[in-house]
């Protein structure tokens, strides 16, 4: 298996279950990839088709992506939040632009119909003027 994606979650699961339903649509080979949600202590149970779930006690966003990679079966871990959806390329993408990197990352935007909020969160972010991320 080439790649693990680990979706760290906590309380998310309207987000994650449109998370969840990008990331199985994506057009790739279901055998190069495997998609695994730690829940983080969440108030309730959330289970969906082909993924793999793992829960802990509330230990933070670092500690259940550190316990995703524990339970991985891949060459490569991909992170994205609860509230990421992808395009169905996403992954061929990944998979092209890789090569024989050891580590990738990639954009971090909003879609052009998010929520007013949204805009404003990803303009702060990601500003060239003095977002958090830059660009």
Known sequence: MKYSIIIPTYNRWDELYECLLSVNSIEFSRDEYEVIVVDDGSDHTFRYYETRLYRQE???????????????????????????????????????ELGDADAFGGLDACKEDDLPLGKAINYAMTSLTGGMRGK
């Open 58 to 96: 509330n230990k933070g966003q670092g500690a259940a992506r550190n316990l995703g990679m524990e339970k991985a079966k891949g060459d490569f871990f991909i992170f994205i939040d609860s509230d990421v959806t992808v395009p169905k390329d996403w992954l061929s993408i990944i998979d092209r």
